[in-house]
């Protein structure tokens, strides 16, 4: 090979190893995008079952059952329109307790039941995760600080 | 009267920021040596006035002044003396006051150290900086005042986040802040030279050490970050892939490539404008990085609309320098030659696959980072991207970036013969490939691939790093400072590599209930869970569990994770305790009291966690080497190095 050709060579291995990157990247996005679904999504059957979903709301007043011998744990959410049950094994953030905002992932099984991988409820503790808010605000039943909110940017 | 004090400093600073913009560029234009040599008294000045304002500050906050509002939103009466010094950047306002005096304290080491520059180019160098300053401190007087006063004031404050209660945390944003800032060095530089239209070799011999600086406090800096996040989170892992960690890794990713390109256009004159562009684009993403995580924008982006002049100020400010920079580049650009020529097999064609290999990186962390604000901004959908989606990207960049450090630092500058670097490194390339698949399979008795690549890829770059240097040192070729900086540089990413290969595979979690008396097995390991006590801290009370860690039949040691309630919080915190040592780690957690005396916990046997620190520690002192090199201080003898380079490009 020349040195012309050679720089051929070269380019159009930069070229398609940018392009297979850029495939494999946009496939690994595409599956990877987690969709976020209310609680009243959930009741109306909008959400997938078998598929990794966020969902949020807060946590109902005295819904919080735990097992006697294990980590399991079962609560509801709500964005005061409709509720849902969640089921969660493991420990729970600091911050979450009865009437907090939380944002669950995990996927819904063939018995309807909400199983969490993970239970998210960090910043502090007047905050409401975005997507609760504006659940709660699409129900007509803006809680008492999802709007007030202000962001101080405390998080790092 | 102090606080005001300090607002009324920001004010003169302002003013001063102004001049230092204007002044010198119309002196530049004009040829005026009164009005160019004003560039730095000008810088001074400013320091004087921002380092005034940002002592006010601190000193409402030690001397508890809870009628400054920012004052009594992050700090009591009971918070200790470093946490409340630690407290003025704590947010956002502060935070700001903190980036700005960093900005100033770059201005002036370049005023300093920069002695050999030519006048014309340091007045442009530091009206670019007083044109960044300007926008920041406008930014805090008519958006985010640190100093707004209130009225009532409150008898004891707010608390400072009590996660942000750390040694780790108390350093980690002003270190981040040196990297993040310190990139404006070389945009300065950058747009310095595009505005007097003269770009050679010695602009990127002045630029490229203030780079390496930057770069290194902003690898330690994030490295700190996730040091934190692991000791603090009592989630035991080190990088999360949030949106936070993301906009200070954005930087970084284009640092990188900048620092390496930078390396090309020094010593060779090549890669000129693409340079320029690296510059500009490392600035845009500290300037995006600071912006994301401080305007609230990720805690929703309907936060721009409770406040929307921040939210605009930060848009248009972001739309003035990343558009004003990219149109002069487009504007000047064409001026810029770069005259060197190389062959395709040569160290400036591996150089240039490392920038494309970064910057698909860092468009990869963009896309993952900014797509679900997009969508949300627009109201498609609330979306968020999954882990995998960043593991999946960066197991696929990391495989060619990996392989192409290896050969990378021994490929000869303008061209080399490509079977000779083949038949140096094919053995190395076998041993590593076998080693590394053969270390998984005889901890797991089966072939494990990706763990197996894993180790190739880091004893891949040990060792092809040290060949490096061995065959230099037994050829008697001189060693720079510069190079070794490199080799150790490398040698870190190898470490760092190894670290989070054996962690992501071998470590060992269990969320437990464990009841007084109880013990687990883990890893060799068993945990023997004593009970819990009390425990009164300067500004909390705790419950600590007392958990001992027995192994081969004998106490190694002892760990104390504690549940802490800050006073003025009515969450409790967790406070993780961790038998730390240069192998593995082990860690507890302690979750909640349930019935009958039991409590949850988390524990976790972490294999080579600190090799992922350690790595890093390394790259940073692999800076430091690098600008310590004699190359960068030497002022007659860059003259003649300078007719050296134009002759060999020629």
Known sequence: ?156 | MIPELGHFALIIAFAVAIVQSIVPLVGTSKNQTALISLARPAALTQLLFVGLSYAALTHAFIVHDFSVLYVSQHSNLVQPLMYRISAVWGSHEGSLLLWTLILSLWTIAVAVYSKNLPEILMARVLAVMGMISTGFIAFMLFTSNPFERIFPTPLDGNELNPLLQDPGLVLHPPLLYMGYVGFSVAFAFAVAALLGGKLDATWARWSRPWTTVAWSFLTIGIALGSWWAYNELGWGGWWFWDPVENASFMPWLVGTALIHSLASTEKRGVFKSWTVLLAILAFSMSLLGTFIVRSGVLVSVHAFATDPARGVFILGFLVVVVGGSLALYAWRSATVISFGRFQWFSRETALLLNNIIFLTATTAVFVGTMYPLVVDAFGVGKISVGRPYFDTMFSLVGIPLLLLLGIGPSIRWKGDDWSRVVRTYTLFFIVSLVAGLLIPFMVEEKLNLSTGLGLAAALWVALTTLKDLFSRISRKLKLSMSYLGMVLAHFGVAVFVAGVTVTTTYSEEKDLRMVPGSSYNISGYEFRFQGTRKVQGPNYIADEAVIEVWSDGELSGELLPQKRVYSGKSNPMTDASIDKTFTRDLYAALGEELDGGAWSMRVYYKPLIRWIWLGCILMTIGGALAVSDRRYRQTVKNKVLEKNTAAASA
């Not at chain 1, 599956?31 to 946590?59: C, F, M, Q, W």
Request: aromatic share 6%.
């Open chain 1, 1 to 156: 090979m020349n040195r012309r050709s050679r720089r051929k060579v070269l380019i159009l291995a930069i070229v398609f190893g940018v392009a297979v990157a850029t495939v494999l990247g946009l496939t690994a996005f595409e599956e990877n995008l987690l969709y976020y679904h209310s609680p009243t999504d959930v009741k109306a059957g909008k959400a997938p079952t078998k598929h990794t979903i966020r969902v949020g709301g807060l946590v109902v007043d005295g819904s919080v059952n735990r097992a006697p011998d294990s980590l399991k744990i079962v609560f509801d959410i709500t964005d005061n329109a409709e509720s849902m049950s969640v089921e969660y094994t493991g420990i729970l953030p600091d911050l979450f307790r009865e009437g907090q905002g939380i944002v669950a992932i995990g996927s819904i099984q063939e018995d309807g039941q909400f199983v969490a991988q993970e239970v998210l409820a960090k910043h502090d503790e007047n905050y409401m995760p975005p997507e609760v808010a504006a659940a709660l605000e699409a129900s007509g039943k803006s809680a008492k600080g999802a709007t007030e909110h202000k962001p101080q940017g405390t998080s790092y």
